[in-house]
């Protein structure tokens, strides 16, 4: 894929810069194989792929590894088996992390395509939205090695599921999807939200008489019921792991593993990194009520809370994610101020589109309710309670809105989408293909549009602008140690 074809080159001309981030000891003697691999594909292991590629060769050795939940990295430890038993583990890890995420970053795009296509049900748009997660502002982070890939995989797969009534895969997924990014909790309001507006819409088509309570008190423990189970399936991956962790670093009996190679040892020490047993004390968190260490890591080591990244030396990261946080609260006004009535009703009240069976299409279409305001919470908590800067990959990774709005601002305000073969100016459009306008293949929009540039509205350009712009200075900046999102 392109991703890695570039930051192979700007890793190759740009030195790395010295950053002060996790960097564990690379122990054993590397080959001249694994200075190619790292040649190649070192860009891929920055800031937080260390953490990755530690936990899979080394499990959660540091408390700190325990921020980082397990799929990932246990997919990557399994793909390492692949690969030459010469290669040092840093390698083989390196080569799986690349493999795999280029898979799923694929299959993530298909399950966006698909996912639009049910919603939004305009082939056109869910298309462009495939296209612009593909050239997305987080594209650096679906080819490192880091979970956003699989994370929304995973996701994207579930909501798809979800839509096509298919509840039990799309419970298991979301399942999965918790097991690789924390944030993947949330997803259980996909499930409440469905029984309950399932419920709200029978009651709306049927009133209840006297005589059907007893059914009608059926179908709410039914609901109820299963909503409750899927909602546990979707929190037991984070809760078993944070069992674990707590039996590896609070258990009776937990003492230093003695077979932690020492440079380990010693970076622990010089960098104030609790190993399980290493001083004999048990972590604070292991005596709290709820001994939650997911929360415990995220406020001692990363200083995340409410409003704490709100100082002054933090407005260059605010402006690094200004355009995001733009982009989706311009999405929620959008949606808010078009449907003013299906939002105070919570999308409980069928429209009169709906009773006609015709609801509107389109990202302000009743469907697209759920998904828009799964993404202002998710922008609103990013925020004010975590390091601003990573919204960019935490919304492109989790949220479909991020290129559904986008594609529907395209496809509404720039007329080149609209040109059946020539625009206004007289002259016939590049990289059109002649069988786009029939029920083929569609051509690929987003060249379309980069072809013809000095066409665009400022609009387009401001939109294709920040794609490219944060896809192109992603591959530059975070393969070579620099700061980004």
């Given amino acids: 894929s392109l991703p890695l074809v570039f930051q192979a080159v700007f890793n190759l001309l ?3 810069h010295y950053a002060d981030a996790f960097s564990p000891p690379r122990l054993g003697s590397p080959g001249p194989w694994d200075a190619l691999v790292e040649r190649l594909l070192g860009g891929l292991g920055r800031w937080d792929a260390e953490h990755f590629l530690f936990i899979a060769e080394r499990g959660s050795l540091f408390e700190h590894s325990c921020a980082f939940l397990p799929l990932f990295p246990l997919s990557l430890r399994a793909l390492a088996c692949l690969w030459p ?17 280029s898979l799923l970053s694929v299959l993530a795009a298909a399950a966006l395509y698909g996912l639009g296509r049910a919603v939004l049900r305009r082939r056109a748009e869910a298309f462009l939205a495939a296209l612009l997660f593909s050239l997305g502002p987080a594209s650096v982070f679906m080819a490192a090695a880091y979970s956003e890939s699989m994370f929304a995989f995973l996701a994207f797969s579930a909501m798809w ?18 097991g690789a990014r924390a944030n993947g909790l949330v997803n259980a309001g996909f499930f409440l939200y469905s029984r309950g507006r399932r419920f709200a819409l029978q009651l709306q088509v049927g009133p209840a008489s006297v005589g059907k309570l007893p059914l009608m008190w059926k179908q709410v423990l039914g609901l109820a019921s299963s ?18 962790a707590y039996v590896r670093f609070c258990g009776p009996g937990t003492g230093l593993d003695q077979t932690v190679p020492e440079p380990l ?3 622990a020490r010089d960098k104030g990194y609790r190993v399980a047993g290493m001083d004999g004390a048990k ?21 995340v809370g ?10 260059p990261n605010f402006l690094l994610a200004l355009p995001v946080t733009l982009l989706g609260s311009w999405a929620a006004w959008t949606y808010v101020s078009t449907n003013p009535r299906h939002c105070l009703t919570l999308g409980l009240e069928r429209s009169e589109s709906e009773e006609k069976g015709k609801p509107r299409d389109g990202f302000c279409g009743p469907a697209a309710f759920v998904y828009v305001v799964h993404a202002t919470a998710l922008l609103a908590f990013g925020f004010s309670c975590m390091h601003v800067q990573v919204l960019t990959r935490f919304l492109g990774s989790s949220s479909p809105v991020l290129y559904w709005f986008p594609a529907h601002l395209l496809q509404e305000h720039e007329p080149l989408l609209w040109s059946a073969g020539t625009p206004a100016s007289g002259k016939p459009l590049l990289g059109k293909s002649p069988s786009s306008c029939g029920e083929g293949t569609p051509d690929n929009l987003v060249v379309r549009l980069l ?9 387009s350009k401001s939109i294709l602008g920040f794609f490219l712009c944060y896809w192109l200075l992603g591959l530059i900046l975070h393969c070579n140690f620099f700061p980004w999102t």
């Fill in 161 to 178: 599921q979800l839509e096509k009534g298919q509840s039990w895969l799309g419970g298991l997924l979301f399942c999965l999807a918790s």
């Fill in 283 to 303: 972590p604070p968190w292991c005596s709290q009520r709820f001994p939650v260490v997911y929360s415990y890591v995220q406020d001692t080591y990363w200083n």
């Fill in 14 to 16: 740009i030195p790395d």
């Fill in 265 to 267: 040892l010693q970076l």
């Fill in 451 to 459: 072809l013809n540039w000095r066409s665009l509205t400022p609009l």
């Fill in 85 to 101: 038993p010469q290669l040092q583990p840093r390698s083989r890890l390196l080569l799986s992390a690349a493999l795999l995420n």
């Fill in 227 to 244: 909503a409750a189970l899927m909602c546990a399936g979707i929190f037991l991956p984070f809760a078993l792991f944070q069992y674990y």
């Fill in 306 to 315: 409410f409003l704490r990244y709100f100082e002054l030396r933090q407005i």
